[in-house]
């Protein structure tokens, strides 16, 4: 069954740092992986996709690497602004099953003004 | 605008009192999910649908029904809620495989 852990679970920096959000999985074979950001109360709103034959993706401030050797992705966030604190989840989608997703617990980032 | 509606957005009921969430998306998409939210447990698949008269169960499906019978409706039925369904709920959709999830707003149930 495949598992999805995100590290770390809350995470305070303040403005303008550089910073990684972490995503791990057990089974590598999986068809994508999306990040997505969560305001609370809200919905998810979607961040990146990586689709499993791409190494990463890039939108503005933003960059995910994708290592399926490793069972890795990394979120990426450039000159945080306190905008930028929310709940950062992501979702991958395995081969095996098309359709059937798994999702992390979330790292939540508080960014200090 | 390209968007999830579901419906309604908040419900309060009783144990056994039957209910549907209505979940409508207007891209065309073939992929709809239901997931549900709990804190401590994270965001848990309920059931999701490759396309139309095509459903298939997630990782908690147990108390849950659900139907496609058209590209742009998937509707969440609980035929009879317990208080342990008591959750925050999101409909979601994607074209293809899916590629690309698209969430609804949420719908937040409680159960007394």
């Known amino acids: 069954k495949q598992e999805v852990t995100q590290i770390p679970a809350a995470l305070s920096v303040p403005e303008g740092e550089n910073l990684v959000l972490n995503c791990s999985f057990t089974?590598?074979?999986?068809?994508?992986l999306q990040w997505f950001r969560q305001d609370p109360g809200k919905g998810l709103t979607s961040l990146l996709l990586?689709?499993?034959?791409?190494r990463e993706q890039t939108s503005g401030r933003l960059n995910a690497s994708l290592d399926k050797s490793s069972g890795r992705s990394t979120l990426y966030i450039a000159a945080s602004q306190p905008g930028d604190s929310a709940t950062y989840l992501c979702a991958v989608l395995p081969i095996s099953k098309a359709g059937k997703s798994t999702f992390g617990d979330g790292t939540t980032l508080t960014v200090k003004p | 605008e390209a968007q999830v509606t579901q419906n309604p957005r908040y419900l309060i009921t009783v144990t056994g009192k039957k209910l549907t969430v209505t979940c409508s998306q207007n891209?065309?998409?073939?992929?709809m999910s239901w997931y549900r939210q709990d804190p401590g447990l994270g965001l848990r698949q309920i059931y999701y649908?490759?396309?139309?008269?095509?459903?298939d169960k997630g990782d908690v499906p147990e108390g849950y029904k659900v139907s496609r019978k058209e590209k742009r409706n998937f509707p969440l039925i609980l035929e009879s809620p317990s208080p342990n369904q008591t959750s925050l709920y999101f409909c979601?959709?994607?074209?293809?495989?899916?590629?690309?999830?698209?969430f609804g707003p949420g719908t937040r149930l409680t159960v007394t």
């Open positions: 990586i689709q499993s034959s791409q």
């Open positions: 649908s490759m396309n139309v008269e095509v459903t």
């Open positions: 979601a959709s994607s074209f293809g495989n899916p590629v690309e999830q698209y």
């Open positions: 089974d590598s074979a999986i068809y994508n």
């Open positions: 891209m065309n998409h073939e992929y």
